[in-house]
């Protein structure tokens, strides 16, 4: 696995934490935790289709 490929699915999944904390948390939608969680997940996701589902 390219270090690279890691490093940007990780870059991803930091991007995503700070739209969705500036976008749905400060107006009240989404707590904290329920941030970081989809964050994680989405970069989960990232990652599972980098890698072509693997089961």
């Known amino acids: 696995m ?3 490929m890691v490093a940007g699915i990780g870059f991803l999944g930091c991007q995503i934490d ?5 976008v749905l948390e400060n107006r009240g939608f989404l707590t904290k935790g329920s941030v ?4 994680i997940i989405s970069g989960v996701l990232l990652m599972w289709l980098y ?3 693997p089961m």
Not at 36 to 39: G, M
Request: glycine content about 14%; overall charge neutral.
């Open 18 to 22: 700070s739209v969705l904390g500036a």
């Open 2 to 4: 390219n270090a690279a």
């Open 51 to 53: 890698l072509g589902q």
């Open 36 to 39: 970081n969680a989809i964050s």
